[in-house]
Antibody, heavy 124, light 107 residues
Framework: EVQLLESGGGLVRPGGSLRLSCVAS????????MTWVRQAPGKRLELVSS????????YYADSVRGRFTISRDNSKNTLYLEMDSLRAEDTAVYHC?????????????????WGQGTMVTVSS | DIQMTQSPSSLSASVGDRVSITCRAR??????LNWYQQKPGKAPKLLIY???SLQSGVPSRFSGSGSGTDFTLTISSLQPEDFATYYC?????????FGQGTRLEIK
């Protein structure tokens, strides 16, 4: 059974930093691209970042580029999202999700397994 | 960015009803359209990918159709566990954007 378990969320002041983690099990983690998707209160889902299986390729939404860094440790089956210079508009539930087809997120792909998410609140 | 618009935003229906949810893209996205189901406090679940392909393990009462700009998710006979929020997503071009969601409620 595929499981994705996020952690690391919490309350942080504007300008602060957080590091999210997502521990994966039930599939060969090192063979699949992974993503972070967030959902702000009352807003639609937003793809934040993705990383290829080997970590050789990454993608960032314009809204987080230069502030967030995605990474992975295939020896630990763990995906990370380092979030710096946090803003109020980054407040959201952050989900990690597995890419359906394979090593990287490509046109025509989908996210076939998701975690329940971890809440990030940016407020003074 | 490609804007995705779902209709209706909310829908009330009864167990056994046939319901359809529409997703419209601002420009053609070929068949690169996915559907997800989300229940409160739970992880989203992939139902349909590539507009009409049923994800493994998803009941056959769910089906998807469409291409270009107009897509439909149909549930042939609503079951109690189907009351949830449904989202479409285009993966034709980055950023891969989602619709605003359709909340399906019990009548």
């Amino acid at each position: 059974e595929v499981q994705l378990l996020e952690s690391g969320g919490g309350l942080v002041r504007p300008g602060g930093s957080l590091r999210l983690s997502c521990v994966a099990s039930g599939f060969p983690f090192s063979n699949y691209g992974m993503t972070w998707v967030r959902q702000a209160p009352g807003k639609r889902l937003e793809l934040v970042s993705s990383i290829s299986a080997s970590a050789g390729s990454t993608y960032y939404a314009d809204s987080v580029r230069g502030r967030f860094t995605i990474s992975r440790d295939n020896s630990k089956n763990t995906l990370y999202l380092e979030m710096d210079s946090l803003r109020a508009e980054d407040t959201a539930v952050y989900h990690c999700a597995k890419v359906r087809q394979g090593v990287t997120l490509i046109v025509g792909d989908a996210f076939d397994f998701w975690g329940q998410g971890t809440m990030v609140t940016v407020s003074s | 960015d490609i804007q995705m618009t779902q209709s209706p935003s909310s829908l009330s229906a009864s167990v056994g009803d046939r319901v359809s949810i529409t997703c419209r893209a601002r420009q053609s996205i070929s068949s690169f359209l996915n559907w997800y189901q989300q229940k409160p406090g739970k992880a989203p679940k992939l139902l349909i990918y590539a507009a009409s392909s049923l994800q493994s393990g998803v009941p056959s009462r769910f089906s998807g159709s469409g291409s270009g700009t107009d897509f439909t998710l149909t549930i042939s006979s609503l079951q109690p566990e189907d009351f949830a929020t449904y989202y479409c997503q285009q993966t034709y071009s980055t950023p891969f954007t989602f619709g605003q969601g359709t909340r399906l409620e019990i009548k």
